[in-house]
Structures are given as structure tokens and as C-alpha cells.
């Protein structure tokens, strides 16, 4: 990426609140830490499976690197903005060490922010100086950094669980992890490869193959599993047979049946009608239940979204 190029794409993610750390790698404030210690509302992770919100670092360590341009993914992508850039070469300058330290620096940086704020609640604001949960989900495809699991197990060892959210195009990236995450999270967004290939908009002929043998290998995970439906109207939310036949092959822990939220970068591709109410993923998570034999666990409707497993409630990661 040529330094002209790179200015236009980092005065772009500043002016989105993105923290830039090192070459390829951002923390970003999620709503929702502003929310918990502000509103004293957490998010749905939280709600489901015990995370504090407050002490989440939302992070990612390839940020303009992706095996797919999905219509519906806020980052930014080649092309937008009037720039292109091979999104697939993610040239891996940043060393686990370096990530870390600078999502650490990023995070105090943003929680500096609410002390001048007469709503803060003054305890979370103590505990979120100590962070003890990392998204990797911020924006691009993380197995795309290829010391992925070293990441992971300094996370580890600085006592932060982790969550990890990937596309799945790279499945033999995911089984030679170092370390596994706290929690697996793998994009299922198509109920067949056509709908795939319009929704999903892979960057290689092979990718609808290879999220599959991912799906197929969840079971060899030690660590609590999800499926991740992002939802959006008029594009992707028919075919529940196909879905449920897809799940019930992998066999996730979790199924959470998300809608598509009309920000970022997707508001170049989609409209705000391509965004489903909550009743709209409520009836298609039911529908889904009913067809792979899961049950409806929990919702959270002011995220819009619905959780699904086999188990009778969700493991509790963050009470460890």
C-alpha cells in the first residue's frame, strides 16, 4: 500500500473514531462501553454470556484486510472512498507485543474520555481501566494476521478472555491456532453458495468450500462455539431449510441470528429498508429453532438480536 494511499485511508477511519495502532491493526470505542458506563445499559454479550461491557476491548488486527467485501460489513473497502488496495495481503508488520501495548494505550486513551461526564458511574470507570475482554471482531478478516494465536495467548496472559469473529475462508489458519479463544464466532451469512457469492462477495472462487470445512470442524474446537447470522432484508433471509441443514452439520453451541445495522461503510451499498426490526429476526430465529431442534435461549432487542443453542442457558465465560 503506497504512502498517498494509506494518508487517505487513515484520515477516513480518524474522522470514524478509529484508533490506529502500528500498520494494519485499530481499536475502536463500541457503543455500548459508553452505554454501560454512562447508561448503566451493557450489551447483549453481556446479557448472554456474562462479559462486562465496560472493560471490552473492541480491536482488530487487520483492519483493511478481508477474503470478502460483504454489502453489509461497515469497514471500509477497496473501492470505496475512490481507493483500491489488495485487501487479501495483510503484510503482518505489527508483532503481537506491539498490538497489544497499543490496544492497552488506545483503551485508556478512549476511557479518559467520560471523566468529564456528570452521568459516569465513577466504579465502572475504575474497572474499565483494567480491561478483561477483547472483540476481535472490530473490522477486516483476523486470520488474515498470521500470529493470530500468539495474539490470542498474550491476550490471555495479560488475563483478558477473548471473542473472536472470522469469516471462516481460512479454516487451516483457525486449526493451527497457538491458542484458542475464549470464543469462536464464524460468519454464516447465505444459506447456499449463490446467495453467498451476491451477499458475501468473496475474493476467491473457493471461499464458499472453505467457510463449509470450517463449519464442518467446529466440533474439534475445546472452546464454546457460535454461528453468527448477519441478517438483512430483501437479500438473505429466506432459505431456512438450507440455513438449518448448514447448522445442524456444524453443530455450534450458539446460533445468534443478528440484523444488519445500516452504519459505517455499508451505507454506500445498503439502504436503511435493508435493516429488519427485531420481530423480523425474532420469527426467522424461531423459524430456524424449529427446524434444527435449538432453542431460543435469550434476546436482546435493542441490539436486534436472538440467541439459539442446544444448552438450557449460555456458559457464563465472564464469570471465570
Sequence with gaps: MDELLEQRLITALKKQKYHLIGKHSAVKRCKWLYESIVNNRP?????????????????????????????FCWRIQSGDLETKWNEMHNPNRDTPEQIVEGCFRAQEKIISGYKGNEKTDWVKLREAQRPNQVAISLTGEPTLYEPLG????????KGLTTFLVTNGTLPTRLLNLKQEPTQLYV?????????YNKVCRPQFSSAWSKLNETLETLQSFRCPTAIRMTMVKKHNMELIEQYSKIVNKANPTYVEVKAYMHIGFSNLRLSFDNMPMH?????????????????????????RVVLLSRLKKPIQVGNR
Design 279 to 303: 420481530e423480523e429476526v425474532k420469527e426467522f430465529a424461531a423459524e430456524l429453532a424449529k427446524h434444527t431442534g435449538y432453542n431460543v435461549l435469550n434476546e436482546a432487542p435493542e441490539s
Design 43 to 71: 450489551c447483549y454479550k453481556q446479557k448472554f454470556y456474562g462479559i462486562q461491557s465496560h472493560r471490552c476491548i473492541q480491536m482488530s488486527p487487520s483492519l483493511y484486510y478481508c477474503t470478502q467485501e460483504c454489502l
Design 187 to 195: 460468519s454464516l451469512c447465505a444459506p447456499n453458495e449463490n446467495v
Design 150 to 157: 500468539e495474539l490470542i495467548e498474550l491476550f490471555k496472559k
